[in-house]
């Protein structure tokens, strides 16, 4: 059974800087592509970020490109989310979504998210 | 960035009725759009993908179809299990996009 479970959401400062984890498991971790979408309060959704199965293709949405940073670590079942330069605009539930191949395109699956609120 | 607008943005309907909603890609997709469905509170599930083909264990009311640049998902048959927010997403090119969603009510 595929198991993703995101961690390290939380109450951050605009400006600020934070990391989200997606932890996996019941699947071959180094043969799919990973995800970040996000879902801003009350809006529909959108994603944010992926990395290929072997790591060497990373990729951004415009809103985010030069402040987030994603990345994956094979020994630990875990992708990461490194989230800088942030703003109110952010804030989202951010789901961690597994690919259905090695390179980034479908949500095959998704974690029950973790919540990042950017607030003063 | 291709831009996908899905219809209607909301609808209500009775248990057993079938209902359809549409999502139009601003340029040639080919196939690569794939439909989710989410509940309240819930994550999104993959449906539908590569416009047809039902993802293993999803009922088979759900359907999906295409024609041209117009893509169309079908309940055959609503149940008040469907009650959720529908989004297309396309693959064609990065940055992916989902379409705006579609919310699903009893009627």
């Known amino acids: 059974e595929v198991v993703l479970l995101e961690s390290g959401g939380g109450l951050v400062r605009p400006g600020g800087s934070h990391r989200l984890s997606c932890a996996a498991s019941?699947?071959?971790?180094?043969?799919?592509?990973m995800n970040w979408v996000r879902q801003a309060p009350g809006k529909g959704l959108e994603w944010v970020s992926g990395?290929?199965?072997?790591?060497?293709?990373?990729y951004y949405a415009h809103s985010v490109q030069g402040r987030f940073t994603i990345s994956r670590d094979t020994s630990k079942n875990t992708i990461y989310l490194h989230l800088t330069g942030l703003s109110p605009e952010d804030t989202a539930m951010y789901f961690c979504?597994?690919?259905?191949?090695?390179?980034?395109?479908?949500?095959?699956?998704w974690g029950p998210g973790t919540q990042v609120t950017v607030s003063s | 960035d291709i831009q996908l607008t899905q219809s209607p943005s909301s609808l209500s309907a009775s248990v057993g009725d079938t209902v359809t909603i549409t999502c139009q890609a601003s340029?040639?997709?080919?196939?690569?759009l794939n439909w989710y469905q989410q509940k309240p509170g819930k994550a999104p599930k993959l449906l539908i993908y590569?416009?047809?083909n039902l993802q293993t264990g999803v009922p088979i009311r759900f359907s999906g179809s295409a024609s041209g640049p117009l893509f169309t998902f079908t309940i055959s048959g609503l149940q008040p299990e469907d009650i959720a927010t529908y989004y297309c997403?396309?693959?064609?090119?990065?940055?992916?996009?989902f379409g705006p969603g579609t919310k699903v009510e009893i009627k």
């Open positions: 979504a597994k690919g259905d191949q090695p390179t980034v395109t479908t949500f095959e699956f």
């Open positions: 340029q040639d997709i080919t196939n690569y």
């Open positions: 990395i290929s199965a072997s790591g060497g293709g990373t």
């Open positions: 590569d416009a047809y």
């Open positions: 019941g699947f071959t971790f180094t043969n799919y592509a």
């Open positions: 997403q396309q693959y064609e090119k990065l940055p992916l996009t």
